[in-house]
Nanobody, 124 residues
Framework: QVQLVESGGGLVQAGGSLRLSCAAS????????MGWFRQAPGKEREFVAA????????YYADPMKGRFIISRDSAKNTVCLQMNSLEPEDTAVYYC?????????????????WGQGTQVTVSS
């Protein structure tokens, strides 16, 4: 069992930055690929970024490349998402998830554990 708790969301102006954190607990946390997804009202949950269990492989959705950075601190059991150059289109609830299926790191259906989400609002 893995428990996930997100934090760091808030309101920011376009062009600004936010840093999201996901605190993980559970004995097998280190065996999972960790991912960030987001969901805007009326839309499906979409992939943002993911990081391998060693932290040596990272994956990003195309709109996030060059703006977002995912990182993992295994000693602190946290996964962070640094979001830069934010745009109003980035407004959504951001979720942290864990999956043991590395082939489908981009697909929310293959994630077993989820946090409660944190709201990110970007004003124009």
């Amino acid at each position: 069992q893995v428990q996930l708790v997100e934090s760091g969301g808030g309101l920011v102006q376009a062009g600004g930055s936010l840093r999201l954190s996901c605190a993980a607990s559970g004995r097998t946390y280190s065996n999972y690929i960790m991912g960030w997804f987001r969901q805007a009202p009326g839309k499906e949950r979409e992939f943002v970024a993911a990081i391998g269990w060693r932290g040596d492989r990272t994956y990003y959705a195309d709109p996030m490349k060059g703006r977002f950075i995912i990182s993992r601190d295994s000693a602190k059991n946290t996964v962070c998402l640094q979001m830069n150059s934010l745009e109003p289109e980035d407004t959504a609830v951001y979720y942290c998830g864990a999956t043991s299926n590395g082939n489908y790191y981009y697909n929310a259906r293959y994630y077993t554990f989820w946090g409660q989400g944190t709201q990110v609002t970007v004003s124009s």
